[in-house]
């Protein structure tokens, strides 16, 4: 069967109104941004209130459903077969057609259900119904009609054109990217955090992402694979601005001043200091973590709540009750996974601590903090040297 473009059915959740505007608009751009890089050409359109993918002939269907199955607020899409309006006899042959290709095992239950917008059609939706369903029944006997809970729904839209389609392809689900503003991503090399990503991205919200590195310490390639893994979360998320961080000099004067067993969650307030400038400055309206409680010495409650106390930004952690396994499994089907489990160092092993603080106390990881009288510094440098990589 030739499809020649997609109907895509959107939730209707939070579009009322103006904001239904918005919802679809934003889902156009995405839906735009996925389908630059699959082969063929194709016209995004809203028409009578839906949207439409229109593919020009020779475009790749499984790449096109593939790239559609990423768009964020598409609930189903319908591959349609267009036709040219040459009246009912003509139709009817194509209907029954496009049954008998579509169901080859025909022991099935269905129903025709049709849609005028051309309204100087000469048939109401009523009669069409009846006449194109006893048109199947006479040409494929085993198929029986059933108003109710038929197994096949034939939608037939009769415009300029005659649109038919009967199967939903389930999309992704959430809201379109751009609904509900941006946030900044606090991006490792790790599993975790490119899920966390991920899932925010899935209600709407447009990612930053920023990175802290420790050349030389780690490596081109360690950060290579962050790049990638932006890229990955990006083909969901669209375009994604990675902040690339130089946090050497602060993890070594850190190091340098404080005691060992603070060392990580002391970086760790650090890092969301850092990533929360560029989010203000970016207009981000919170920061997002792959942490979940208990995973790491750094992600007991207490170690939350002591990384958590230097942020003003609301911090959200989707992974918060996952476990481990959980979590392989959405990096396993978004495709992160393999390069997560890449064996490249990362800038928190490197100087990690024997024994790292379970149940640090905010008063005495302050009272370690002011012995970094150089910290304003080193934090201004990092964040003059940040290199900005527009993954798209
Ligand atoms: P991940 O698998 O995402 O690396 P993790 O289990 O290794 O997480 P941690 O290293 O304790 O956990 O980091 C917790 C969170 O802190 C990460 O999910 C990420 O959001 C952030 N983070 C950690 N290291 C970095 C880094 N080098 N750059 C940016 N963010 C980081
Ligand atoms: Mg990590």
Redesign the pocket.
């Known amino acids: 069967m030739e499809f020649h473009s997609f109907l895509i059915k959107y939730g209707e959740i939070g579009i009322k109104g103006k904001n239904r505007f918005m919802f679809e608009d934003a889902l156009v751009r995405q839906i735009r941004f996925v389908l630059k890089d699959v082969e063929g050409k194709f016209l995004v359109h809203k028409t009578y209130g839906r949207v439409y993918v229109d593919c020009e002939d020779g475009y790749d269907y499984e790449e096109t459903v593939e790239a559609l199955k990423r768009v964020f607020g598409i609930v189903g899409i319908c591959p349609v077969v267009r036709l040219d309006d040459k009246g009912f006899e003509e139709l009817k042959k194509e209907v029954v057609s496009y049954m008998g290709e579509m169901y080859p095992n025909k022991d099935l239950t269905f129903k025709v259900e049709a849609r005028r917008s051309k309204k100087t059609y000469p048939m109401t939706s009523m009669e069409i119904n009846a006449a194109l369903g006893e048109a199947i029944l006479g040409s494929h006997a085993e198929m029986k009609v059933d108003v109710h809970k038929p197994d096949v729904r034939l939608n037939v839209e009769v415009r300029e054109e005659i649109y038919l389609y009967s199967e939903i392809i389930p999309g992704p689900g959430g809201m379109p990217i751009g609904t509900n503003g941006s946030a900044m991503?606090?991006?490792?090399?790790?599993?975790?955090?490119?899920v966390?990503g991920y899932m925010i991205a899935k209600r709407g919200v447009a990612l930053e992402a920023?990175?802290?590195?420790a050349p030389p310490y780690t490596s081109e390639r360690a950060k290579e694979k962050v790049v990638d893994l932006a890229r990955q979360v990006a083909k969901y998320a669209g375009p994604i601005k990675l902040h690339v961080v130089n946090?050497t000099d602060i993890q070594l004067y850190i190091y340098e001043k404080c005691p060992h067993a603070e060392l990580?969650i002391i970086m760790?307030r650090y890092?969301m200091k850092i990533?929360e400038h560029f989010a203000t400055a970016d207009g981000c309206l919170g920061m997002?973590?792959?942490?979940?409680i208990g995973?790491?010495a750094?992600?007991t409650m207490q170690s939350l709540a002591v990384t958590n106390a230097v942020c003003t930004l609301p911090v959200y952690r989707p992974l918060i009750g996952f476990d481990k396994r959980d979590i392989v499994d959405i990096a396993e089907k978004i495709e992160t996974y393999e390069t997560?489990i890449l064996p490249f160092e990362?800038?928190?092993t490197i100087f990690v601590a024997k024994h790292p603080v379970t149940r640090p106390e905010l008063a005495r990881i302050e009272e370690s903090e002011k012995n970094l009288e150089k910290i304003e510094e080193l934090v201004k440098t990092a964040i003059e040297t940040t290199e900005v990589i527009d993954v798209k």
């Open positions: 991503l606090l991006l490792s090399g790790g599993i975790d955090s490119p966390a920023t990175y802290f590195h946090f990580t760790r890092m990533a997002i973590t792959g942490e979940s995973q790491v750094s992600q997560s990362d800038c928190c």
